[in-house]
């Protein structure tokens, strides 16, 4: 089972600043196969990110993925009030899939 | 649009079973597997299993393998998981989610809430 690590675990930052958030895998993702979702309270996960770098359908050019093997980053290039929520990596290169403990972004 | 549509909130006993569903709208439902997630109060997410709604195929997490069995009926457009045999510690809030290889889980169900208490 690939275990992935989030770091880190809260991060406090004001609206209009930059967030990098990281995800460690155990072992290499295949082929990129890796996603973000963020999670609002009370709603659904919905995905950002696939294939490591890929916005889904309607995610804004502010949000952006990085990495490859076990480093991966999620960027947001300027903070929007809507984006303090709580953000997961996943891997779905290999069963059983995993995601990570998830990182809290918090309004500083 | 696209969307997938779960059951209500259930309340079970420990050691009962429960079953949610999740109707999918929208999209050709055989072209697409079903996953499902769950995620225990103030907890993170937890793969439980996906089916294969043209093959009826499945394939679920060692931890869930045995009593979990997620199943379809392609006539209703309906995947369904049921939870055997369950304890206070699956109290959670259970999503299935449609998904490819390339995309990962792009349509999330609305979420259903089971709560097990005696």
């Known amino acids: 089972e690939i275990v992935l690590t989030q770091s880190p675990g809260t991060l406090s930052l004001s609206p209009g600043e930059r967030a990098s958030l990281s995800c460690r895998a155990s072992q290499g993702v295949s082929t990129s196969y890796l996603a973000w979702f963020q999670q609002r309270p009370g709603q659904a996960p919905r995905l950002l990110i696939y294939g490591a770098s890929s916005r889904a359908t309607g995610i804004p050019d502010r949000f952006s993925g990085s990495g490859s093997g076990t480093d991966f980053t999620l960027t947001i290039s300027r903070l929007e009030p809507e984006d303090f929520a709580v953000y997961y990596c996943?891997?779905?290169?290999?069963?059983?899939?995993?995601f990570g403990q998830g990182t809290r972004l918090e309004i500083k | 649009q696209v969307q997938l549509v779960q059951s209500g909130a259930e309340v079970k006993k420990p050691g009962a079973s429960v079953r949610v569903s999740c109707k999918a709208s929208g999209y050709t439902f055989t072209g697409y597997y079903i996953h499902w997630v769950r995620q225990a109060p103030g907890q993170g997410l937890e793969w439980m299993g996906w089916?294969?709604?043209?093959?009826?195929?499945?394939n679920y997490a060692p931890k869930f393998q045995g009593w979990v069995t997620v199943t379809r009926d392609t006539s209703i457009s309906t995947a369904y998981m049921e939870l055997s045999r369950v304890t206070s510690d699956d109290t959670a809030v259970y999503y299935c989610?449609?998904?490819?290889?390339?995309?990962?889980?792009?349509?999330w169900g609305q979420g259903t809430v089971v709560t097990v208490s005696s």
């Open positions: 989610a449609r998904a490819t290889v390339e995309y990962s889980f792009e349509i």
């Open positions: 089916i294969n709604p043209n093959s009826g195929g499945t």
């Open positions: 996943q891997q779905y290169g290999s069963s059983p899939i995993t």
